[in-house]
Structure formats: C-alpha cells, structure tokens
Nanobody, 125 residues
Framework: VQLQAFGGGLVQAGGYLRLSCAAS????????IGWFRQAPGKEREFVAA????????YYADSVKGRWTITRADAKNTVYLQMNSLKPEDTAVYYC???????????????????WGQGTQVTVSS
C-alpha cells in the first residue's frame, strides 16, 4: 500500500487543520493507521492511532482532547482533525499503516510497515 499525507499548512495558535492520509494500491480497511510527527531537532513521536475496524482510537497525551482520528474506508482515507493548535504542534506529520488487527504497541513505529511522505504543519504564536 502507498500512503500520501496532505492537508498541512500554516495556521495561527488556536486554529485548526485537518490532515488526510490517502491510500493507493490496496484498500485501507486492511490496515490499522497511525499518525506520527517530527519536530526540528527532535525524534519522531507518536500522535494518534485508529484500529482497522475504526472502533478503537488511541492518542498521545499531548493531543488528547484536542484532536480526533477517524477513517472513511469508502474514500480509502484516514483523517486527523487537529483543533486548538499550539506552536509546539509544529512538525512534519506522517501517516503509517500496520498489517493485521493487533492493537498491541500501536504507538510504536516498529509496528508500522508502510509510511507516507509527510506534510508540514506550522503553528504560529
């Protein structure tokens, strides 16, 4: 499966963006999806995950309550709705797919075999 993340941009603090992760090559419903981000000079970190069925979601503490991950399998797309953005959310955001239905280690990069190219999100203060 090939993934493409898009929807990033420049937004003021307190604003919102919606990122999309579009899949091609295979149907997205076969995969659990995660979002990760990497800020300048920092390691890539987990942001959010959604199960293959869409019935389970999981968030990093830093975004919990502000962001929502959803999936629209009919459109072969997963979304990350980011509200109440903060300057510390500035990063390149990546979506990734993992095989199978296991929910274990959903926050671990090693569980994800397929990665998109990333989209830049910049939040100004």
């Amino acid at each position: 499966v090939q993934l493409q993340a898009f929807g990033g941009g420049l937004v003021q603090a307190g604003g919102y963006l919606r990122l999309s992760c579009a899949a091609s090559g295979r149907t997205l419903s076969s995969y659990g999806i995660g979002w990760f981000r990497q800020a300048p000079g920092k390691e890539r970190e987990f942001v959010a995950a959604i199960s293959r069925s869409g019935s389970m979601t999981y968030y990093a503490d830093s975004v919990k309550g502000r962001w929502t991950i959803t999936r629209a399998d009919a459109k072969n797309t997963v979304y990350l709705q980011m509200n109440s953005l903060k300057p510390e959310d500035t990063a390149v955001y990546y979506c990734a797919a993992r095989d199978g239905s296991s929910w274990l280690e959903r926050h671990k990069e090693r569980r994800y075999a397929y990665w998109g190219q990333g989209t830049q999100v910049t939040v100004s203060s």
